[in-house]
């Protein structure tokens, strides 16, 4: 299991965070992470170590928790545009902006902001739509090329990927940047739309819904602007805390809400016809908020991560399930 000492030790000069009305040092986030460290080096049972050395703190707040699961595919791709594979994954073009608008405006808060200059004013990146388009394709930014256009959209909200190229080499590439634009769940605009029901808005029932209507593929895509632009990693897939993440260990989570680098207890319900207090626990593990993402905003959304191929897109894809978070912290 990847810990999260490095990032935490590299935060520890931040002195401390929140945990919704709670403030907590980061020395406390490290040191509760040092004790699952101590016992997998011992080898010694995690859970019994933490039992015993540390307390949980339930994640209090209205409403409730939707536990959801992200992957990393495995995919076929090319270094060249062929008559096969003719979409591709970009880079950070290089007329990409980063403006940090306190620095630049004495009443804005430090906010940073991304864009660019056209006609010397700062504007807005290019939708995904205008991309779609063609409008970075002078810009020479172009990573690989893919065959599927459904599994490059996808690719955008993943974050990450294993490419797998014709001779049998493969390359990893993960989240460099993004266009800035909002984000648009189309799972939600097609469920909104009454073009699906709840039920099937998974990943599977959203990738069977684009191919069975190619003539609706662009505008449902296009309603999501936000666009992503990748990295090649030596290895990951990496997550916003710069740690390697681990299939089943490793979380997504609101930074506004959940301390980065954090330990964890998650809790996750089995889907029952009946909801109610006395549901049989399906699921629950410590984990490690390593990771966030566009779409898990506010305190009750966690996205988990399920690993590679095809058994991570099986877990991943299907999982929309009640759930409970705790932190991990020392007494």
């Known amino acids: ?5 490095g990032y935490l030790a590299r935060a520890s000069g931040a002195g401390s965070t929140t945990y919704f009305d709670r403030e907590i040092s980061v020395t406390d986030l490290f040191a509760a992470v040092r004790v699952a460290r101590q016992a997998l080096d011992a080898g010694r049972s995690v859970t019994a170590e933490i039992c015993s050395r540390l307390r949980v703190y339930r994640a209090e707040f209205s409403g409730r928790m939707l536990v959801t699961g992200y992957y990393e595919p495995v995919i076929a791709a090319s270094r060249q545009r062929t008559e096969r594979f003719k979409y591709p994954l970009y880079r950070v073009p290089p007329d990409l902006i980063e403006l940090d608008l306190g620095q630049v405006c004495a009443d804005c808060p430090p906010r940073k902001v991304f864009g660019r200059v056209k006609d010397y004013r700062f504007v807005p ?4 739509a205008q991309i779609d388009a063609g409008a970075l394709a002078s810009k020479d930014c172009e990573l690989v090329w893919l065959d599927d256009p ?4 996808f690719l955008h909200v993943q974050g990450s990927a294993t490419l797998r190229f014709e001779d049998g080499t493969e390359m990893q590439v993960s989240y460099a940047g993004s266009n800035d634009r909002p984000y648009t769940s189309v799972g939600r605009l097609l469920v909104d739309q009454g073009k699906i029901e709840r039920e099937r808005a998974t990943l599977q ?5 684009l191919r069975e209507h190619p003539d609706e593929q662009a505008t449902i895509m296009a309603a999501n602007e936000r666009y992503v632009f990748f990295r090649t990693v030596a290895a990951g897939p990496i997550g916003s805390a710069g740690v390697a993440l681990t299939a089943g260990r490793s979380i997504a989570a609101d930074r506004a809400v959940y301390p980065r680098g954090a330990l964890t207890f998650l809790r996750i319900f089995k889907n029952a016809p009946a909801a109610g207090p006395h549901r049989q626990t399906a699921f629950s593990r410590f ?5 966030s993402g566009v779409a898990i905003q506010g305190p009750g959304r966690i996205d988990v991560f399920w690993g590679s191929g095809d058994d991570g897109e099986i877990v991943a894809g299907d999982m929309r399930n009640a759930g409970e978070i705790f ?3 020392p007494y």
Do not use: W
Not at 1 to 5: A, D, I, N, R, T
Not at 205 to 209: A, D, F, M, N, V
């Open 1 to 5: 299991m990847g810990l999260s000492e």
């Open 150 to 153: 459904i599994e490059v959209f």
């Open 287 to 291: 984990m490690l908020i390593q990771d």
């Open 205 to 209: 029932g959203l990738k069977t819904y």
């Open 125 to 128: 990146y290019y939708t995904r």
């Open 327 to 329: 932190l991990v912290l």
